[in-house]
């Protein structure tokens, strides 16, 4: 695949850029509803792409580098955003599935479950197990289970982000698209630029 040239700088690496993107657009999900969340979100992307993109001309970015980015941005990462965003809202707006959405009545009837459930495994007796910290550990986890929930959701979507913009990293290194510094062109036209007639080594005078 032909080599693609960026002179602006590593921050416009895709796995950077793509990072910055969902960072917006994990600001405005919660806002939206389902019936105007791909749309809004591909709006909201197409800005944070245009105000970057006026960074990268100042620094004379290539036009087909960006067309490169862009497309990877618009086409391959934000609809994989957009369904994660529309299951994430769907489990914030719901509680998560927690029963009446974890409010402290809920908590204290999985507290009294993990308590259940503890005795029960207390009195069984093909299960050698320390009493008092069962029956602690299972209640603590009834009261805890709707941040664990929580927590288990947050992290599987946070992954699904993490995964995204190392997706666009992998593909720019396997695509070979670098980007160089304007330090780093300088130099190889330095080195590669051939010697001035004043530079060159004089012949020996004959005798």
Do not use: C
């Not at 992307?45 to 580098?65: N, P, W």
């Not at 009195?123 to 941040?147: K, S």
């Not at 190889?188 to 004089?202: D, I, K, W, Y």
Request: glycine share 6%.
């Amino acid at each position: 695949m032909t080599s693609v040239l960026n002179i602006a700088g590593p921050e416009y690496d895709f796995g950077s850029v793509v990072f910055v993107v969902l960072e917006e657009l994990e600001h405005r999900r919660r806002s939206l509803e389902r019936d105007e969340l791909e749309y809004r979100l591909k709006e909201t992307a197409k800005a944070k792409l245009k105000q970057i993109k006026r960074a990268f001309d100042e620094f004379g970015g290539s036009a087909s580098y960006w067309a490169t980015l862009e497309k990877e941005v618009l086409e391959t990462a934000l609809p994989q955003y957009v369904d994660a965003a529309e299951e994430m809202n769907e489990l914030e707006r719901s509680g998560y599935g927690v029963w009446r959405k974890g409010d402290p009545a809920a908590r204290f009837a999985f507290a009294v479950g993990g308590l259940f459930i503890g005795s029960i495994i207390i009195i069984l007796p093909f299960i050698p197990v320390a009493e008092v910290f069962v029956t602690m550990g299972l209640t603590a986890a009834g009261a805890a289970y709707p941040e664990i929930k929580r927590y288990t959701h947050e992290r599987r979507h946070f992954q699904t982000l993490n995964r995204l913009v190392n997706d666009a990293a992998a593909y720019q290194a396997n695509a070979r698209l670098h980007y160089m510094t304007t330090t780093d062109i300088k130099e190889s036209f330095t080195l590669n630029a051939p010697a001035l007639p004043s530079e060159r080594e004089e012949p020996p005078l004959s005798s």
